[in-house]
């Protein structure tokens, strides 16, 4: 795949500038996320980078520890793998439109590029199994596209020549097609974003300070302090929310559904073991009843409320995707006139299958439909390509192809080939029967000519001697061949004049004279 020139751009790294870049420029180190299969950014979050500018945020410890000490660990990896291709690397920063790259290292004939990760034992494996993992490979593969280089040495390492693994990968004109409708669609999602707080990991609120019923029974109540705790629990009881919206009102939700039942139980286990100390007490252990059913309820209402609450929410999150897939694949069909995109709608059901949070619901499903777009898109742009074939080049026949819903769909060579010999057929038939029109012509006129021959005898010959009945006897009719062949000799002309000459004979003018001189 050509490549425009290949622009590098000197950045700082940490510099406003450098930060301004990476906002507007789609790098590779994104490309996992925008495909929705990065373990560490999810889709969504890329958008809402793009869309708001706010970058996301590390640790001092994840600073210092994991990204200051990979550049480290690069720089020291960077003159082992130089050793190997017996060249120089040079780190590079470079864009072909709003797609960048920034190379842990390049080649000046721009031929090589390098691109390092820390140790990890597992990725390790993978590399000396001959395997790119499937996280890796969207960064890799932009930047060949990016730079035009013909390889890229993938390194695992620590910076040290005993734990070093190298992988070769080379261009790929599929995974750079998938690269470009992926960002194209990313764009377009970039261009109608609109922000959905994202809360990170919402957790219930403490429930504090929440008194505990205390009885004690020798003959009658010696200790209690139903009188101070029953109006806090009924407090705790009449404030709690029934409308479910955020992720932490379904973790709290879900935290006072287990507190409430907990609770009941040790109301219950209260009554009970007051009951053991004297069974003249039956109003306090009446009430201490009396609220554990209310807790029960309460959990029990709540634990519902937040399955019901949720499964909506989840119903609406992928209602609206499935709208949004209408549309897009309706605009899609709209294009394509008569021939329509046969594809299953994303499967939604998997996206949120064990997804715990709203956000998480939405980025899942939100990147199953710009996946799907993505393919969506490709068909339609290969079925524009079929059609635009097929109308420019064979125009006349295009009455051959009323299949061609069914046919469409077949790889191009497959759908050349057929249309091709389905033309070439058509052609071959109509050849067969203009021939067979011809000779159908050709006979008829031979016939003509047959009957004129005929004439002229009966013409030309001595009338018969009447002769009896039984001893009569009949001429047999001579061929279209001999009747040419006799006037061709007696008027000493080729058979084509003789033929030329039957062509344009009147014959029923001819039957005329030919009585009336008889």
């Not at 994991?66 to 130089?82: C, K, M, N, Q, T």
Request: glycine residues 4%; charged residues 30%; contains cysteine.
């Amino acid at each position: 795949m050509g490549r425009s020139k290949l622009i590098v751009h000197n950045l700082v790294q940490g510099s406003d500038e450098w930060h301004e870049f990476r906002l507007t420029h789609f790098g590779a180190s994104e490309a996992a996320s925008m495909l929705g299969i990065s373990k560490k950014t999810s889709r969504n979050e890329l958008l809402k980078h793009k869309a708001t500018g706010t970058a996301k945020e590390f640790s001092d410890w994840v600073q210092t520890n994991i990204l200051d000490y990979g550049h480290e660990v690069e720089a020291l990896a960077r003159p082992l793998v130089e050793a190997l291709i017996s060249d120089e690397l040079y780190p590079v920063t470079c864009s072909d439109g709003k797609l960048s790259a920034s190379c842990d290292g390049l080649t000046m004939a721009e031929d090589i590029a390098f691109e390092h990760k820390q140790w990890s034992e597992s990725l390790a494996q993978s590399i000396r199994d001959g395997v790119l993992p499937d996280e890796h490979w969207p960064q890799c593969h932009q930047i060949l596209m990016i730079t035009g280089a013909q390889r890229l040495i993938f390194t695992v390492s620590d910076g040290t020549e005993d734990k070093i693994e190298t992988l070769s990968v080379f261009p790929d004109e599929i995974k750079f097609a998938m690269l470009q409708a992926g960002w194209a669609q990313f764009e377009k999602d970039l261009l109608a974003y609109e922000h959905r707080e994202i809360v990170e990991k919402p957790k219930a609120d403490s429930i504090k300070d929440f008194p505990i019923a205390t009885l004690q029974a020798k003959g009658e109540l010696t200790v209690t302090n139903l009188g101070e705790v029953l109006p806090k629990f009924d407090l705790f009881l009449n404030s709690q929310k029934t409308e479910l919206v955020t992720d932490d009102d379904f973790a709290n939700g879900e935290a006072v559904a287990k507190f409430s039942r907990e609770t009941a139980k040790k109301l219950r286990l209260t009554a009970k073991a007051t009951i053991d100390q004297i069974s003249s007490v039956s109003d306090a252990v009446r009430d201490l009843e009396q609220y554990a059913d209310k807790f029960d309820s309460l959990g029990l209402s709540l634990e519902k409320l937040v399955k019901s609450e949720k499964d909506a929410r989840k119903n609406a999150i992928v209602s609206q995707a499935r709208v949004e897939w209408v549309e897009h694949l309706s605009g899609l069909n709209s294009e394509l006139g008569k021939i329509k995109l046969r594809i299953e709608e994303p499967n939604f059901l998997e996206a949120i299958r064990n997804k715990r949070t709203i956000e998480s619901l939405h980025n899942s499903v939100d990147t199953a439909l710009a996946n799907k777009k993505v393919e969506a898109d490709a068909i339609a742009k290969e079925y524009r390509a079929k059609l635009h074939w097929v109308n420019e080049s064979f125009a006349d026949h295009l009455f051959l192809f009323a299949d061609l819903q069914e046919i469409i769909g077949k790889p191009m060579d497959d759908f050349q080939v057929l249309v091709l010999s389905r033309v070439e057929k058509h052609k071959q038939i109509e050849t067969e029967k203009l021939n067979a029109e011809r000779e159908r012509i050709a006979l008829e006129e031979r016939s003509k000519a047959s009957t004129i021959m005929e004439v002229a005898q009966v013409k030309q010959a001595p009338k018969p001697i009447s002769k009896p009945a039984a001893q009569k006897t009949y001429q047999t009719r001579p061929t279209d061949f001999q009747i040419i062949e006799v006037l061709a000799l007696h008027w000493r002309v080729h058979e084509s004049k003789v033929i030329e000459w039957i062509r344009d004979m009147d014959l029923d003018e001819a039957t005329i004279s030919m009585l009336n001189a008889i």
